[in-house]
């Protein structure tokens, strides 16, 4: 089941493609002007009471209704909401900024995590490791891994949307992994050593949305 698209149509189409919509319970795209804004919603007969609006936290309005409420019935109900509804739509958009502020184009963020394991490493030369292959890739679960036996780091370049601070953070945390495996005691005291403010910048990567 696809979205009965809205434009494009001429008015028997849209009448026709409107009416199928209605019967079979597809979504269908709509636009309404409040206050001088034009705001899209997705419009869904179901069997529910009367009218249910909810905004999703990317913004998509969905409503539902029941197939007997009139299109102006509609309008006018979410015309009465206009405020709490273009109040939830900027709440969203500064969240979404928010989440995704950019600190580093992808090429800036590769080219300071190589500078950054060059500047690290005399440390960990002195244990006795070698120097590893560096990697990048882009991942959601995880801002960098470390090959222990295979002698790789893989950085993620979503890094791009942390600061430095949290940058160098994943740099030490996965040097650091060549001296202790896992997220032992021992790995955290050994990161202490090296990066004292890791727990700080930890809680910071973690609010990074990376979708
Ligand atoms: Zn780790």
Known sequence: MGDCVRRMQSPCVLLFLQQLCKKNGIKMIREIELNNRTVKYDLQYKRVKNINLRIKPDGSISVSAHKRIPQTIIDDFLISKSDFILRALDKCESEQARVQKRYFSEDEVKNKILRLCEEVYPYYKEKGIQYPQIKFRKMVSRWGSCHTQK?????????????????????????????????????????????????????????????
């Open 151 to 211: 002698k790789i780091l893989t950085f993620n370049t979503n890094l791009m949307y942390a600061p430095t601070e949290c940058i160098e953070y994943v740099v030490y945390h996965e040097f650091t992994h060549f001296l202790h495996g896992n997220h032992s005691r021992k790995f955290y005291k050994e990161l202490e050593k090296v990066f004292p403010k890791w727990k700080e910048c930890r809680s910071k990567l973690k609010e990074i949305n990376i979708r």
